[in-house]
């Protein structure tokens, strides 16, 4: 890695020949060290968009690891989840600005081969939140153990039902492509209620009736959201068109579940049913206290974006790497259960606890 960098950087005395100003322009000084004997670090931040509070929370987490460690800092954003070319773009832009490194939540396998451009051209690239498909497509992702955080809201939805027939709508992320988080949500969830599932990396392949571990259910839809909030509510108003008697409602995130809520109160159905997501924003957690989501699963996007700024400086400057989780082809960053329904077996904290820990 570390000879990669340094023949990157021997390209860019080159190219300064015909353009001094970038080196002005990204390092402060013609040493490239502000006379402090530390190279000037530049990372780029590249989130799905630019709008969802967590993508929002990522940068601001970013922003202020950069102050506190020096770093010239990029942020960019695809137009929305799903956008690809917007976020080929900006590493591109990266690469032209000779970064050090790059985070980058993706937004789905079409930006693969940009990153191995990336990765070939020197630059670190550091998956946040999403791991891409294959895992070593980046040098390392640091992201919520999404299977788990899935598993999570699974469980306590089956200690909720208490052994009542189960009529489920999978709010999902996508159906035109396969991005991770999507799919290890998804499959977690009904891992973590006790339903068999046939491909864990493929959404809507199990079986649309059978038993979970308290009972019987029917999947009613798989349905995609764009974890967006008016994609939540036309999702959810196709399911209800398939099935009225839905119960159970799985998000893949918290603005999917407003939107999904508000297609339920305007049918109303909101009675008797459980809506569980994914996030823990101060949003999300507010609607837990609010008993509009039932459970949602708290993960730490500010974490993710600390961590890899100080990952990005730390290599450029001695080349330490991070390492994976014990067990895992990630970092963990952890990730916590807030309700206040708590459910026998299953760890949670309290809406006001998780507002301690909220984002957002």
């Not at 010239?72 to 929305?80: I, Q, S």
């Not at 009736?209 to 959810?236: F, H, K, L, Q, V």
């Amino acid at each position: 890695m570390f000879q990669r960098i340094v023949r990157r950087r021997a390209a860019l005395l080159v190219a300064a020949a015909a353009a001094t100003s970038l080196v002005v322009t990204g390092c402060g000084d013609s040493s490239g060290d502000g006379g402090s004997g530390s190279k000037t670090v530049a990372v780029s931040l590249i989130t799905k968009n630019s709008t969802n509070p967590f993508f929002v929370t990522m940068q601001q987490g970013a922003k202020k690891a950069a102050d506190a460690e020096g770093v010239k800092l990029t942020l960019a954003a695809g137009k929305e989840d799903g956008d690809e070319a917007g976020q080929v773009q900006a590493i591109e832009d990266a690469i032209a600005r000779g970064d050090a490194g790059i985070l980058i939540t993706p937004n789905g396998p079409g930006v693969n081969p940009a990153i191995k451009k990336a990765r070939d051209a020197g630059l670190y690239v550091i998956a946040l939140d999403t791991p891409p498909d294959p895992a070593n497509t980046v040098d390392i992702t640091f992201a919520t153990d999404n299977f788990k955080a899935g598993e999570l809201i699974g469980k306590w939805t089956a200690n909720q039902l208490a052994g009542k027939p189960a009529t489920i709508a999978l709010l999902d992320l996508f159906n035109d492509k396969v991005v991770s988080v999507d799919y290890d949500r998804d499959q977690g969830f009904l891992t973590g209620m006790g339903i068999a599932t046939a491909d864990r990396k493929k959404n809507g392949d199990e079986a649309k009736t059978g038993s979970y571990s308290g009972g019987t259910y029917t999947i009613a839809c798989n349905e995609p959201t764009n974890g967006a909030e008016d994609g939540g509510r036309t999702a959810m108003e196709n399911c209800l068109t398939r099935n009225p008697d839905i119960n159970v409602v799985y998000t893949i995130n918290e603005p999917a579940a407003v939107g999904a809520h508000k297609a339920l109160q305007a049918a109303g159905k909101t009675q008797g049913v459980l809506v569980v997501s994914v996030d823990g924003g101060c949003d999300g957690v507010r609607q837990v206290k609010d008993g509009i989501i039932g459970a949602t699963s708290q993960q730490y996007p500010l974490k993710m974006a600390e961590l890899g700024v100080q990952a990005i400086k730390k290599i450029a400057n001695d080349g330490e790497k991070p390492k994976t989780s014990a067990g895992l082809d990630f970092f963990d960053t952890g990730v916590t259960l807030v309700t206040d329904k708590a459910a026998t077996g299953v760890e949670s904290i309290t809406s006001t606890d998780g507002a301690q820990r909220c984002w957002g």
